[in-house]
């Protein structure tokens, strides 16, 4: 599967940002997917993810609260809606996939991923 993310660009802090990623040439609906981020000199790290069923969810203690997983499997797309973002938030965030047989599963860790899109940025001033 292919993934393409979009949606980032320059917010003010307080401000919200949606991200898509699209996938294409798979089965949207057998993935569990993910959204990670990697700030410029940081290790990538783990944001959110949703299991296939879409009933399962997990977020990062930064992102809960605040921002929202969601897919729409007729669409082979999945979203992260940003809300009361910070400046901390500033990186490049990436979508991932991962091929799961238990539709309620979620995944956080990042090496359990095997499909990745390219990234988009994301940049929030103070």
């Known amino acids: 599967v292919q993934l393409q993310a979009s949606g980032g660009g320059s917010v003010q802090a307080g401000g919200s940002l949606r991200l898509s990623c699209l996938a294409s040439?798979?089965?949207?609906?057998?993935?569990?997917m993910g959204w990670f981020r990697q700030a410029p000199g940081k290790e990538r790290e783990f944001v959110a993810t949703?299991?296939?069923?879409?009933?399962?969810?997990w977020y990062s203690d930064s992102a809960r609260g605040r921002f929202t997983i969601s897919r729409e499997d007729a669409k082979n797309t999945v979203y992260l809606q940003m809300n009361s973002l910070k400046p901390e938030d500033t990186a490049l965030y990436y979508c991932?996939?991962?091929?799961?047989?238990?539709?309620?599963?979620?995944?956080?860790?990042?090496?359990?991923?095997?499909?990745w899109g390219q990234g988009t940025q994301v940049t929030v001033s103070s």
């Open positions: 991932a996939a991962h091929a799961a047989s238990d539709i309620h599963s979620v995944v956080a860790v990042s090496r359990v991923y095997r499909h």
């Open positions: 040439g798979g089965l949207f609906s057998s993935y569990c």
């Open positions: 949703i299991s296939r069923s879409a009933k399962g969810t």
